[in-house]
């Protein structure tokens, strides 16, 4: 069979390995939009029952409180819906350290060349890859770990419905990326970028059973939507300092470029890269600098 028809859920491929076991649950904590939320819907509740005239204002203040909900699902560096991590600790940024980070790969077409463009400047990079494109193109998966480079979870399907999983389905999507990440490259994963960075209040529970811990970022690139590199290396280099983390697409599925035109990324990595050395500032993996 080759490699390319291995490409269902990971639900009917036997694990060779048991690292996806390897990562004990955490405890979890409810985060304040937690907090915020369940009082909302119990106070509604009690007064609905102690005076029925009011539940025009307490269905409004339950879809208040929803509202500000979605708010929060749409920032992904807030902590109200629990821990994330955004940039790197402190003793990073003194060592001068910075981690470039991919999503949404691996991409037969992009990867190897981002790959080659890390090579070429002596720089580490995390790529969270999405667990059905892993299937599909484990080979990128050896060939980024190969390289000295770290591989962690982006989900397995990059859903666009992401967002209205619940608990139950996060964590057999997340899961699934992570046994068939940990299957192919033989590391489990130990953080999780949620696709389209949307967070809900159901994703850090999920993530707590799984083990796994929240990143973000701080520099966000545009990449996946600005077509012009010189502009996306321009955005990132002015908010780019040491101890950040920095967002980039190696993926370009659902997205179709002019006949001629290359992914930006390419083309504002190199640029990125050389304003790097400049300063002598250096990449690292998140698992160099989240090490502690």
């Known amino acids: 069979m080759k490699e390319s028809e291995t490409t269902g859920s990971p639900a009917s491929h036997p694990s060779r390995f048991t690292f996806h076991h390897s990562l004990a649950p955490r405890s979890w ?8 939320l369940a009082g909302s819907h119990v106070g509604a509740i009690a007064s609905i029952a102690a005076l029925p005239a009011v539940w025009p204002w307490a269905v409004g203040a339950m879809a208040g409180s929803h509202a500000l909900n979605f708010a929060f699902c749409l920032a992904p560096g807030s902590v109200a819906l629990g821990p994330v991590i955004s940039k790197l600790p402190p003793a990073c940024a003194e060592r001068r350290e910075i981690a470039l980070t991919f999503d949404d790969g691996p991409n037969v077409d992009v990867t190897p060349r981002v790959l080659d463009l890390l090579d070429e400047a002596g720089a580490l990079a995390t790529f969270f890859c999405v667990g059905a494109r892993a ?4 080979q990128l998966l050896r060939e980024i770990t190969a390289r000295g480079h770290a591989v962690e979870n982006h989900a397995f399907a990059h859903s666009r419905a992401f967002g ?22 033989g590391v489990a994963p ?9 967070r809900t209040p159901l994703t850090e529970p999920a993530l707590a059973r799984l083990g796994l811990r929240c990143v973000a970022w701080n ?8 077509p012009q590199p010189r502009r996306v290396a321009a955005r990132i280099v ?3 300092a040491p101890g950040a983390i920095v967002l980039m697409h190696d993926g370009i599925e659902g997205r179709k470029l002019p006949t001629g035109r290359v992914p930006s990324v390419l083309g504002a990595l190199p640029l990125v890269l050389s304003s ?7 990449s690292v993996t998140l698992r160099q600098g989240l090490a502690a």
């Not at 299937?135 to 484990?138: E, G, K, S, W």
């Not at 209205?164 to 068939?180: C, E, M, N, P, S």
């Open 238 to 240: 002015r908010r780019l």
């Open 219 to 226: 520099v966000r690139s545009l990449d996946s939507v600005d």
């Open 190 to 198: 130990r953080f999780f970028r949620a696709p389209f960075g949307i």
């Open 135 to 138: 299937r599909a193109h484990p």
């Open 164 to 185: 209205f999983y619940g608990v139950r389905r996060l964590v057999r999507d997340i899961g699934d990326a992570q046994k068939t990440l940990a299957d192919i490259t």
């Open 276 to 282: 790097m050395a400049e300063k002598k500032w250096h």
């Open 29 to 36: 904590r409810p985060g304040p939009l937690h907090w915020l």
